[in-house]
């Protein structure tokens, strides 16, 4: 996926376009381009990005405004930033064009900068297995990421050829509607956080209960996930479920940027097993992360 019609250097960006504070910071994280690093860590509960950082050997700088908590600091000589998204697509969408304007937006002259900085983002997330055999406390990669979402699709883009075939055979299922994208990650941060044990293809929900397949009071048109379970594209199987990655993958993607999420499996949808000991498989899967940045 790549972004089509971007602005060029030079052109100012008006103030209801990129809405800045006083400080020239960006306007939801509040952050300037001298506090954050080229690896970004994402997360999506606000408190646990101190249970990231107190690891760093030096904490430089943390902000909070809203559900973004944002700390950077130092680990083994190397700069990383760690940040909450909170839940959500919609959430992704301000996040990630947000730390791409603090680094390449002259905030003060409101115009694109000459020389583009790349982010990369690793995403250590939590999820839900679709695949019997994926037992709780899996860490999954995913390779591709697919949604419903259609924030992507706001954007003047393009797919690449595996995201146009992945779509077509998610489409010739017959379930999945309008605003269907789906997008790949990084094959580099891939192999540098090799810290899973499954990679896959994840879907991205717009929701946590009904496009999920959850029925509480309210029954879900989803419940059936065997669809799921028998696709395969290319040797690779719809792993796990959740709500960040597609819209992640497809921002970082459209504006030059690399990323990749690693899901630690709290529950398994198709057995209904469910971890009793999620605060310890979240911490492992920092603790992993952290040995190999």
Not at 199 to 208: E, K, L, V
Not at 212 to 217: D, N, T
Not at 219 to 228: G, I, R, V
């Amino acid at each position: 996926m790549r972004g089509l019609q971007l602005r060029a250097p030079g052109i100012p960006i008006a103030e209801t376009e990129l809405i800045l504070h006083p400080n020239h910071s960006v306007y939801h994280l509040g952050v300037s381009p001298e506090q954050l690093a080229t690896d970004i860590w994402i997360v999506g509960d606000p408190e646990r990005v101190p249970l990231i950082s107190r690891h760093l050997d030096r904490l430089d700088f943390s902000l909070h405004n809203r559900e973004f908590v944002l700390h950077t600091g130092e680990l083994g000589g190397k700069r990383l930033t760690i940040v909450s998204s909170g839940i959500g697509v919609d959430n992704i969408d301000i996040l990630i064009n947000e730390l791409d304007a603090a680094v390449n937006v002259d905030l003060e002259k409101r115009q694109v900068k000459e020389k583009l900085t790349s982010l990369r983002f690793l995403r250590l997330g939590t999820s839900g297995a679709i695949q019997p055999e994926i037992s709780v406390g899996t860490v999954v990669a995913s390779k591709f990421a697919f949604a419903l979402d259609g924030v992507p699709l706001s954007y003047e883009m393009e797919f690449n050829q595996d995201e146009i075939d992945l779509m077509a055979a998610l489409q010739r299922e017959g379930r999945l509607e309008n605003g269907l994208y789906t997008a790949q990650g990084s094959d580099d941060l891939l192999q540098r956080y090799a810290i899973h044990q499954r990679q896959g293809i994840t879907f991205t929900a717009n929701g946590f209960y009904g496009p999920q397949g959850r029925s509480v009071r309210l029954k879900s048109k989803f419940e059936d996930l065997h669809w799921a379970q028998s696709f395969k594209f290319n040797d690779f199987s719809i792993t796990n479920i959740e709500m960040e990655s597609a819209g992640l993958y497809a921002m970082s993607s459209l504006l030059g940027h690399e990323a990749l999420t690693c899901c630690v499996i709290l529950a398994n949808r198709a057995t209904k097993e469910f971890s009793k000991n999620t605060s310890e498989m979240a911490e492992t899967l920092i603790e992993s992360a952290l040995q190999v940045f």
